[in-house]
């Protein structure tokens, strides 16, 4: 089985992990989080370690690892007790990362030993940006942002990777390719009340970020039977 989820966003790890088990998550399966597991809650440190040892969890990136990235120069010389000359354009990068949540990220990082640090920056720069996945009759595309200036059959590789983790689509944003997009990035009560907590399905994308960026609770998406899963 196939699950999905997206924006854990540091949330507890234990929690994460209780969640994934009393939903029939196995080793046997396999869970691909669509971006956005640090920053804003205190365990997005944690996740990554464990993601990087799962050989049946695959990330895809989401703008907060790509600002993470951004700033490896901050937490790289924080980890070694260490202060560099920082440029006008770092300072910026550290700015914009920091506004968005980075604190407990740093912090978390700041205390791994140097060769875990080194080991998630390594992984990071290696997940894509998306997947395609095809599951019975089913082809899912799955991203974190969405598809910006969609144009029927336009490659995957051919959009802009800073626009597929910063997008935001509209309700009436159609894509209609022979896939369902599976989506996070903007939390659903950003559509609306009648969202809050729970996943919005259009006739081409699905979004499953929940909001635990703004301290409620992720969900889980099976797509071999489109089963979804919440924590009551």
């Known amino acids: 089985m196939v699950y999905v989820m997206s924006d854990l966003h ?21 869970l691909v989080i669509i971006g956005d597991v640090i920053d804003r809650g205190s365990d997005g440190a944690r996740i990554l370690e464990w993601i990087i040892e799962q050989d049946n969890v695959e990330l895809l990136l989401g703008n907060h690892e790509l ?13 070694e007790g260490t202060v560099q000359s920082i440029t006008s354009e770092k300072m910026r990068s550290l700015k914009n990362w920091a506004k968005n949540g980075a604190e407990p990220t740093l912090t978390g990082l700041s205390k791994l030993p140097r060769e875990k640090l080194l080991r998630i920056v390594e992984y990071l720069k290696g997940c894509s940006y998306y997947e395609d996945v095809k599951i019975g009759n089913r082809r899912f595309v799955l991203v974190h942002g969405g598809l910006p200036d969609y144009r029927k059959g336009k490659p995957l590789d051919r959009y802009d990777p800073y626009n597929l983790v910063w997008h935001r689509p509209s309700l009436d944003e159609v894509y209609d390719g022979d896939f369902t997009v599976i989506l996070g990035h903007t939390p659903t009560w950003h559509y609306g009340d009648r969202y809050k907590g ?7 994308w699905i979004n499953i970020d929940t909001g635990v960026a703004f301290g409620l609770d992720p969900m889980l998406l099976r797509l071999d039977d489109m089963q979804a899963f919440y924590i009551k």
């Not at 600002?67 to 980890?79: R, T």
């Not at 729970?198 to 081409?204: A, D, E, L, P, Q």
């Open 10 to 30: 540091g949330y507890p790890l234990e929690k994460f992990l209780a969640f994934l088990k009393k939903s029939g998550f196995t080793e046997k399966d396999f």
């Open 67 to 79: 600002m993470m990235l951004k700033c490896e120069f901050a937490f790289m010389e924080i980890n």
């Open 198 to 204: 729970r996943m919005i399905k259009t006739k081409s």
